[in-house]
């Protein structure tokens, strides 16, 4: 495992379908979800996708900064950086 256990991710709200749709050249986590950016429904939705993404469960996945902004910064219990784009396919 590497040494970074943040996950940089750029949210998509009301993205039509959740979906992790690539990342870009910095290494940062592209994805969008259907739910609206009201009372962490937004928020709710990416944990939930990244979850089943990576195969964990929805309470090892938690947003450790950006709460309120589309650039997040996601922490998963036992997975770093490395590992989830190694999971989603994208390394």
Known sequence: MGDNPDIRVRLTPRG???AVTGVRADGVILARV???PVDG???AALCRLLAK???VA???VTIVRG??????VV??????AA?????LGLS
């Open 58 to 60: 929805p309470s090892r």
């Open 53 to 55: 993404t990576l195969g």
């Open 75 to 80: 922490r998963v219990d036992g997975l770093d």
């Open 83 to 87: 590992d989830a784009h190694e999971r």
């Open 16 to 18: 039509g379908r959740d």
């Open 34 to 36: 259907s739910a609206p």
């Open 41 to 43: 429904k937004a928020n």
């Open 67 to 72: 709460q309120t902004t589309r650039d997040k």
